[in-house]
């Protein structure tokens, strides 16, 4: 992970800062289950944006990598949307 | 020792698995959202075979929500609201019809609005509001929530408003059993807003069912948190053999995941029990 990081700061440095953003958020706005929803949304659709994005650029995007971006998205989406649907 | 094998194989690269944890596989990752998606399935299947097990238990008084509720006002140097009978009423009947007709929302189903509660007991207001609540475990986590939401913080630092009316209701809402608290607010027109009155035929409420066994909200939390922890322990094993063996694969970047279930794990851990609406 260190060794990807340090090869993509810049790219690392917006993902990061991207969660960040929507931690901060995530903390004045809970409680209120469709913008905790809205934000887990937020947070996994940069995820996967970013993935696209990134892997293009770099010019090693496969359907492979795609695909784990996408099954990390969606179980990302499931495991949130299922706490705060109970919270 | 087999079993030791098989447990090498799913959590650390081996040239048996590809280089690539196993539980890092596309195929293992899709059997772990399926078997989520039955989880869920089951979580909410469960209820209607068995209502009543699963379920949230409280200790939240009317009076307790009201002496916090003008705690936040006096801080505000706003006066103190008076507990108004008529509106206690109507919030118990909101909350009753909740229950009866299974929603939690401002707004029924059948387009039922939270003034016509206040009509219906002949409280006569120049302007009102409600806060809605469920799920919560005790009263201050209901008013930091709300003074946590700047809609519903607008509600409790209202200077219009002179009444106050509390319920906290205990029942079931799709067999979940669960608590709703109901807050009503409103400035009366003369003194129509004391009149006693004589309670009206209203939905039956759902008697409680004793004993509830498993919190839901606390069994996911955690089912939630262990899984998390388990992946992101996986790809940092995977990406200290990748730096120590000089491996090179065709995979996602192992710190984007990482990243991303890191601050799954921090908004799970930040979620506490109870919405507000």
């Known amino acids: ?87 | 020792m087999q079993i030791m094998k098989r447990l090498v194989d799913w959590f650390l690269p081996t040239a048996k698995n590809g280089w690539r944890a196993k539980l890092l596989h596309p195929e293992i990752l899709t059997s772990l959202v399926i078997v989520i998606l039955l989880g869920q399935l089951v979580f909410h299947l469960f209820p209607l075979v068995h209502p009543g097990v699963l379920g949230y238990s409280s200790d939240i008084t009317p009076e307790k929500i009201v002496t916090l509720t003008n705690k936040m006002r006096r801080q505000m140097g706003l006066p103190a609201l008076r507990i108004n009978k008529l509106l206690n009423e109507a919030a118990r009947r909101k909350a009753a019809d909740m229950f009866a007709f299974n929603y939690w929302a401002h707004v029924s189903p059948s387009g039922r609005t939270p003034w016509s509660f206040f009509q219906e007991v002949d409280y006569r207001y120049t302007v009102a509001g409600e806060n809605l609540a469920k799920d919560f475990t005790d009263a201050d986590s209901v008013v930091q929530a709300w003074m946590a939401s700047p809609t519903h913080r607008d509600n409790i630092l209202d200077a219009r408003f002179r009444d106050i009316g509390v319920a906290v209701a205990r029942g079931e809402l799709n067999g979940v059993r669960t608590t709703l608290i109901v807050q009503l607010f409103g400035a009366p027109v003369g003194n129509k807003g004391e009149k006693v009155i004589v309670p009206a035929k209203l939905p039956k409420v759902p008697r409680e069912v004793a004993g509830i066994k498993v919190n839901p909200f606390r069994v996911i939390k955690a089912g939630a948190i262990l899984l998390i922890g388990v992946l992101l322990g996986v790809l940092a094993t995977d990406s200290w053999f990748a730096h120590r063996y000089h491996l090179y694969r065709m995979t996602g970047r192992n710190a984007a995941h990482a990243g991303l279930l890191l601050a799954l794990l921090l908004l799970v851990l930040l979620t506490h029990q109870g919405l507000i609406y």
């Open chain 1, 1 to 87: 992970m260190h060794r990807e990081i340090k090869e993509y700061p810049l790219d690392f440095a917006i993902l990061f800062a991207s969660f960040l953003a929507v931690l901060i958020f995530f903390f004045h706005l809970r409680f209120s289950l469709p913008l905790e929803q809205r934000l887990l949304l937020s947070l996994v659709s940069f995820y996967l944006l970013w993935g696209l994005v990134h892997h293009w650029y770099h010019h090693d995007l496969s359907l492979r990598v795609l695909g784990e971006y996408f099954l990390f998205a969606f179980l990302a989406l499931l495991l949130g949307w299922s706490v705060f649907r109970f919270g």
